[in-house]
């Protein structure tokens, strides 16, 4: 059964739940999640609202015109969103294999609903994963005098595939205005949990000579302010002296799939607003 999802947000006022679910009503429609958060200092209200279509009369190319004269009266910023759809995604990646591999075998068992129609390396080792997946592999190769080029290319890979969202599954180069600017709030990156603590090469040796007592991962929309973007999604894991660098590569490791793709499922889901440098996730 497929849902209808509004995503919104506004100056928070009187009457917004009752207006939206209101709304839901007067067209036949049976809300099924409903969730709403307001930023008291911001004084801005934000809410996801899910509904089935069924039984209702409206088609899904009516829900947004329906909705915009109850958008207009309460100011509100309006994304229209359906549960059947499968964004068209495109996963980059470097040399290190598992944050691509964990999203690809996520895929391929129907886990994440999405369309993966891109992945795109600037090394060749993740070509025969790619192929086995069945997601085109495209290898991109970069150097600092082509690296202008090189995000040219990868602008026009994506446009050719018609991408919706981009993450960066361990993709460890420095995006461009151009490539930020074509697709805000749609690129995902993940990193390690030590920065701004441990920034540069060999963090895991650096975190394990200062004797840190807990590792974790961030996920988070990429900005021009390199990894501090809106965060999506975080988690940690308590370590201790007893653990070696390679202990502490494996743990972080692992959070790194998991957070990411909690990151990735949560905006193919469409549950994540942003709103300045933080989202607001629903549940």
Known sequence: MTSAV?????????????AVADFVLRHGGNVVHAEQHVDREAGVFFQRVEFDLDGGDLAR???????????RRFQMNVAVRF????????????????CLADLLARWRADELPAEVV????NHEDHAALAH????????????????????????????????ELVVLARYMQVLGPPLLDAYPA??????????PAFVGARPYHQAQTRGV????ATAHYASADLDEGPIIAQDV??????????????????????????????HLEHRTLVFGNKTIVFG
Not at 83 to 98: G, Y
Not at 139 to 161: C, D, G, H, N, S
Not at 213 to 216: L, N, P, R
């Open 186 to 195: 749609r690129i995902i990156n993940i990193h390690h949990s030590f920065l």
């Open 132 to 163: 086995f997946s069945g997601a085109p592999f495209h290898y991109l190769p970069v150097t600092p005098p082509t690296k202008a080029q090189q995000e040219r290319q990868i602008l026009q890979v994506l446009a050719e595939a018609d991408v």
């Open 83 to 98: 549960t059947d759809e499968r964004p068209r995604i495109a996963l980059l990646a470097s040399k290190q294999p598992h």
């Open 237 to 266: 894991e308590a370590v201790s002296h007893r653990d070696s660098v390679s202990d502490l590569v494996r743990k972080g490791r692992d959070l790194e799939t998991v957070v990411l793709a909690r990151a990735v499922r949560a």
């Open 6 to 18: 509004l995503l919104l947000s506004c100056p928070d006022q009187r009457g917004l739940v009752a």
């Open 118 to 121: 891109a992945v795109i390396s």
């Open 213 to 216: 007592k807990i590792i974790g």
């Open 61 to 71: 190319d009516e829900v947004a015109p329906a909705f915009a004269e109850v958008a």
